[in-house]
């Protein structure tokens, strides 16, 4: 990790709420930026925002979502995540996290992620494929 990741960073980043961001149960007219949806962006926006802080061979997997999904965001409405690291403690890197589109604050929690070894995090994968082969 470089010396860049500190608390108090922070990014934001629009997103267009496209059909795939939605859900459909409710049928056409109930198109809104689904919670998963939403989730998978803010950690996606954490994870680009590491990747400018971490060395060569480090990414980062996410271990810890909290979120309250306030408001609903219509379909073809931007959201805006926005990040704050509030806390690096090791390898653990905590993210306050807050959402807003054109009219209403729609998000707020924290987001923890784990920042790992590539190499070594594959080794760890192999070894575990190879015992749950075993196990079959």
């Known amino acids: ?43 996606q926006t954490c994870r680009d925002f590491l990747l400018q802080h971490l060395d ?8 810890r979502v909290e979120l309250d999904h306030l408001a609903p965001t219509l379909m073809d409405m931007w959201a805006e995540i926005t990040v704050t690291v509030a806390e690096v403690k090791g390898r ?12 209403d604050q729609i998000g707020k929690g924290r987001h923890i992620r784990f920042v790992s070894d590539v190499a070594k995090t594959k080794e760890r994968l192999k070894a575990k494929a190879a015992k749950a082969k075993g196990q079959g």
């Open 1 to 43: 990790m470089k010396a860049s990741l500190a608390a108090g960073i922070t990014t934001t980043k629009r997103i267009t709420i496209d059909r795939d961001r939605t859900i459909g149960f409710m049928g056409e007219e109930g198109r809104v930026y689904a919670t998963p949806a939403l989730v998978r962006d803010i950690e």
């Open 56 to 63: 060569a061979g480090e990414d980062s997997v996410g271990t």
């Open 92 to 103: 653990l890197v905590t993210f306050d996290v807050s959402a807003k589109d054109t009219l």
